[in-house]
């Protein structure tokens, strides 16, 4: 299947300081990706939709401001958490869609002290 | 609004046993239907993707099968071994909105194979 990547895999950040996650799709080009985020034990929460070369679409309750989405490339969205709380830490996956199929990437563990 | 319900949420099998995972959707309107393994601390891969219009989907001990109509797909593992060991999902895919149409995730089973 399609190879979705991100990076960084972890990362622990201070209060109040802002954090960027890629994802790219290695060896296909998405039009389209999507950011989740993942509690404890919780199925995958759809943070956003991120359509290249124009705005995310944020779902209920997420706020744009703080979650910034940029699908600058055809293989590459960024997701950066602006003055990250403690309450942002989670785990928070992307994806991209190939026609009928959706892949995942591996993950980023987001730590915020 | 679709939801989108797995039973068991957990399940522990002894190796080589054959098993059956069920998953339900209120809305029979999808496009499609994704199975994924999720192991502790990583991302979803992608296991097997049934079309609105087949009936089952098959890849090596896998057999994902697809009832539109009554809203029900199942997942069975043949020959389980303890590397089966994971969260298992399904998720299905509303028909129209194009690419930018949304997976609905299930609860997950968090399955166990014991040696």
């Known amino acids: 299947g399609a190879v979705v990547s991100q990076h960084p895999s972890r990362v622990i950040c201070k209060s109040g300081t802002s954090v960027k996650i890629e994802c790219r799709s290695l060896d296909f080009q998405a039009t389209t990706m999507f950011w989740y985020r993942q509690f404890p034990k919780q199925s995958l929460m759809l943070m956003a939709t991120?359509?290249?070369?124009?705005?995310?679409?944020?779902e209920q309750g997420v706020e744009k401001d703080k979650f910034l989405i940029n699908h600058a490339s055809l293989t590459l969205s960024t997701l950066t958490v602006t003055s990250a709380h403690p309450e942002d830490s989670s785990f928070y996956i992307c994806?991209?869609?190939?026609?009928?199929?959706?892949?995942f990437g591996p993950g980023t563990r987001l730590t915020v002290l | 609004k679709q939801e989108v319900t797995q039973i068991p949420a957990a399940l522990s099998v002894p190796e080589g046993e054959n098993l059956v995972l069920n998953c339900s959707f209120t809305?029979?309107?999808?496009?499609?239907l994704q199975w994924f393994r999720q192991d502790p601390g990583k991302g979803l891969t992608s296991l097997l993707l049934?079309?609105?219009?087949?009936r089952e989907q098959t890849s090596g001990r896998l057999n994902a099968s697809l009832d539109k109509s009554s809203g029900r797909s199942t997942l069975y593992i043949a020959a389980s071994q303890p590397g089966d060991s994971a969260t298992y999902l399904c998720?299905?895919?509303?028909?129209?909105?194009?690419?930018?149409?949304?997976?609905?995730f299930g609860t997950g089973t968090r399955l166990q194979v014991t040696l």
């Open positions: 998720a299905v895919r509303p028909v129209g909105s194009g690419t930018a149409s949304k997976l609905t």
């Open positions: 809305d029979s309107a999808i496009y499609n």
């Open positions: 991120s359509n290249e070369g124009s705005k995310a679409t944020y």
């Open positions: 049934i079309q609105s219009s087949q």
């Open positions: 994806s991209a869609r190939i026609v009928h199929e959706q892949f």
